[in-house]
């Protein structure tokens, strides 16, 4: 072998090793907390009735909601015909 096969090899694999190293995983600024969710949002995405930073309001909206999706109240009661 050449000097310059063993040139172009070992830099070969010396790009082929740097390819698959793996950089830090760090993020760059202070980590962000979250807010309560009842601590509210603007009125514009905020259902009538709500008042923010009461979480007993918002729990009520939330139950509210979910009554709305669910199919057994929605649902007519089944009649049986004899």
């Known amino acids: 072998m ?10 070969l ?15 760059g600024t202070a980590r962000k907390t979250d807010a309560a969710a009842h601590t509210g949002a ?15 309001a918002w729990e009520n909206q939330i139950r509210q909601r979910n009554q709305g999706q669910n199919e057994y109240s929605r649902a007519p009661a089944a009649t049986m015909k004899p």
């Open 42 to 56: 603007s009125a514009a995405y905020t259902a009538a009735g709500f008042k923010a930073g009461d979480k007993a």
């Open 13 to 27: 694999s010396l790009m082929a090793l740097t390819a698959c190293s793996e950089k830090a995983q760090t993020a």
């Open 2 to 11: 050449s000097m310059r096969t063993i040139t172009l090899c070992a830099a």
